[in-house]
Nanobody, 131 residues
């Protein structure tokens, strides 16, 4: 079973920045060859794709609402993915989830926008942006 742990959420003023981290492991071993992504869900809304980091290849994808403001990066040696969020606004307030694709089949970048492409999820970390 894969353990997925997010951290870094909190309260920030509109226009500010925040960074999230997600670490994935299995039986104490790091996972360095799996796609990882961030999704978010605001109260009363459906889960929304935020950003993904594909493996192999290192390609990235972003949701339209965060493109140009958020940056996903990865430390493969530590199976950790980061989300740097700039120019935050109230619409970014949500519970942010990290997802890991631990199945061995390959996937195209566009498919990583779907939550069904992922097998393991963290508990989420809350991001609240005050206006």
């Amino acid at each position: 079973q894969v353990q997925v742990v997010e951290s870094g959420g909190g309260l920030v003023q509109a226009g500010g920045s925040l960074s999230l981290s997600c670490a994935a492991s299995r039986s104490g071993s790091t996972l360095s060859r799996y796609a990882m992504a961030w999704f978010r869900q605001a109260p009363g809304k459906e889960r929304e794709f935020v950003a993904a980091f594909r493996w192999p290849g290192g390609n990235t994808a972003y949701g339209d609402s965060v493109k140009g403001r958020f940056t996903i990066s990865r430390d493969s040696a530590r199976s950790t993915v980061f989300l740097r969020m700039n120019s935050l606004n109230a619409e970014d307030t949500a519970l942010y989830y990290c997802a890991v694709r631990s199945r061995s089949t390959t996937v195209i970048l566009s498919a990583l926008r779907s939550e069904y492409s992922y097998d393991d999820w963290g508990q989420g970390t809350q991001v609240t942006v005050s206006s």
